[in-house]
């Protein structure tokens, strides 16, 4: 008999003693909440039927695609979910940092009679003979099994790494445990090819995927199902989320939610791309550029002090400093299209729906209304006028 030949319940109860409650099992460990990783581990371990006892007052059913649901608050009996004649493994939820090769050791281990009716240490691992365990027994379990003194035996078994069995028994073990998941992900990444400059301060989900020669610099939060390219410049202090970097970008000091950035196109510092924005290669989007909803074209330059939401902007065009494209009238929004080799000057608004055609030139400060004809130089902007100010009197050498 193998591990695949066992059964698994996971335990979710909440003591009741502390406003810790049932949020230990939906804290977020590197992305991913504790109990879904013990999920996983109990996967990667070739258990495939995987049942959830929890309380009445929980919520953790979707958590992670379990076989069953059972409820222990009133006590049911777990004999319709597991087979009698299948032996159990019993898993506490609030073990994020459990990995399958411990799972399978303790199985094994239970399976040649070298372990008590269970066993606890510095966490919770239990095992029965019969699948025919009643939800009560298994509640009684989870409020006792960290009570030495509770009716549940030690074994002489340990886990291949302590670390494995560390609990969130209290908020005060989130530090520690996602430390040690940390270290982890980061000797995954490292063995990839990606270099942390600081793993200890550089935080990377469990659903991102880095290319190797990728250099990570510290304060680097990079999160959801992201995904870095091949060599490339992360950080430092960059928050990336649910977004996709291509090979050779460099991303510095900025905020990206739910963007693309293309091959070698450089970001920050200090930019801020939201979602739907989409940075073509060799482009560049510079100090406290803000895009949204926006599509830049191959070697686009926005190089500082910038709008550039729901627009269009084609390959080569330059946007200058503190440009704005104007896209909501207080009831819709409106897109605007600057096309390929555009030039848009300094201190410009463009007042959506306006296209700015190929070649065109805006002068600086001006506000743009009406779509300018590809190849053309626009200017909006009032005549300056020099009026001398009453009762004023110039000084003497002026």
């Known amino acids: 008999m193998n591990a695949s030949e066992i059964d698994a319940v996971v335990l979710a109860v909440s003591d009741g003693r502390s406003t810790w409650g049932t949020k230990r099992f939906t804290a977020s460990i590197c992305g991913m909440p504790a109990i879904a990783r013990v999920h996983r581990a109990l996967r990667s371990a070739e258990i495939s039927r995987i049942v959830l006892l929890t309380d009445a007052a929980s919520d953790l059913a979707g958590m992670a695609p379990w076989s069953d649901v059972l409820r222990a608050d009133p006590p049911a009996t777990s004999r319709k979910a597991l087979p009698a004649e299948r032996p159990v493994v019993v898993v506490v939820g609030d073990l994020p940092l ?39 027994v298994l509640a009684l379990a989870a409020r006792d099994f960290d009570n030495p003194a509770g009716p549940f035996g030690r074994g002489d078994w340990r886990p291949a790494n ?35 400059v600081d793993p200890a301060c550089t935080y990377v989900d469990e659903g991102v995927t880095v290319g190797a020669g990728t250099v990570l610099y510290p304060g680097t939060h990079i999160r959801g199902e992201s995904s870095i390219g091949a060599n490339c410049v992360i950080g430092p202090d960059s928050w990336i989320e649910s977004s996709t970097i ?27 791309l939201r979602r739907g924005s989409d940075i073509g290669s060799d482009a560049r989007v510079g100090n406290f550029v803000e895009v949204k909803g926006s599509r830049l074209g191959r070697g ?36 605007t299209v600057i096309e390929d080799d555009a030039f848009v000057g300094s201190n410009t608004s463009l007042i959506a729906p306006v296209t700015i055609g190929r070649g065109a030139v805006i002068g600086a400060g001006s506000t743009i209304t009406e779509d300018v004809p590809p190849g053309m130089l626009a200017l909006a902007r009032a005549r300056q006028v020099n009026k001398k100010r009453k009762g004023a009197t110039p000084k003497e050498g002026e």
């Open 300 to 335: 686009v330059k926005a190089g500082h002090l910038s709008y550039l939401g729901d627009a269009e902007v084609g390959e080569g065009a330059n946007i200058g400093a503190g440009t704005i494209t104007c896209n909501f009238d207080g009831a819709a929004k409106h897109r």
């Open 98 to 136: 459990l990995t399958a090769e411990t799972i399978r050791s303790f199985a094994l281990a239970f399976l040649a009679g070298r372990t008590s009716r269970s066993v606890e240490v510095s966490g919770l691992l239990a095992a029965f003979r019969s699948g025919a365990v009643a939800a009560d």
């Open 246 to 272: 291509e090979d050779g970008a460099v991303v510095r000091y900025s905020v990206l939610e739910e963007a693309r950035v293309r091959e070698r196109a450089t970001i920050g510092p200090f930019a801020h």
């Open 162 to 196: 302590a670390e494995d069995t560390h609990r969130l028994a209290s908020a005060n073990d989130y530090a520690a445990v996602s430390a040690v998941a940390r270290q982890r992900a980061a000797e995954a990444l490292g063995d990839a090819g990606v270099l942390l």
